[in-house]
């Protein structure tokens, strides 16, 4: 998200269109210089929102995911009761499947389904903004 809004301003305008704000386009154009910043500070995983850093991310993505279904399926993430580890790794896992970009990759997945029966109502889906070029990467 942070490398859509740092340079997509259609998702800006978009993110900025959602909120309740006044002037929702003076905050989405001049918002542009705080996304910034942020696109460049470090994540803990030492990447950053830059096109190297989401690339890095996508291609990392099928096996994360691979993991959380097998953490899924060997009960270690509960959902009934859902234990801490379950919404903490499960709501990532839905956030990841409101980025219509990821959505194909996410959605079938066994931890997607538990994240939708965890998070039925989700605040709803966000619109493309990676390149299509950098998405086989996640397909693999």
Known sequence: MR??????PGLRRWAAS???APLRELVARSI???IHYYARTLELDGRRANEAGVREALAALPELLDHTDELVADGTLTLDPPNAAALQIL???RSLESLEDLRPYVASRPSAVAARELFPRYAGSVPPFLPA????????
């Open 3 to 8: 490398y859509g809004a740092a340079n997509d």
């Open 18 to 20: 959602r909120a309740p």
């Open 32 to 34: 542009g210089p705080v």
């Open 91 to 93: 709501v990532t896992v």
């Open 133 to 140: 070029s950098w998405l086989p990467a996640a397909r693999s």
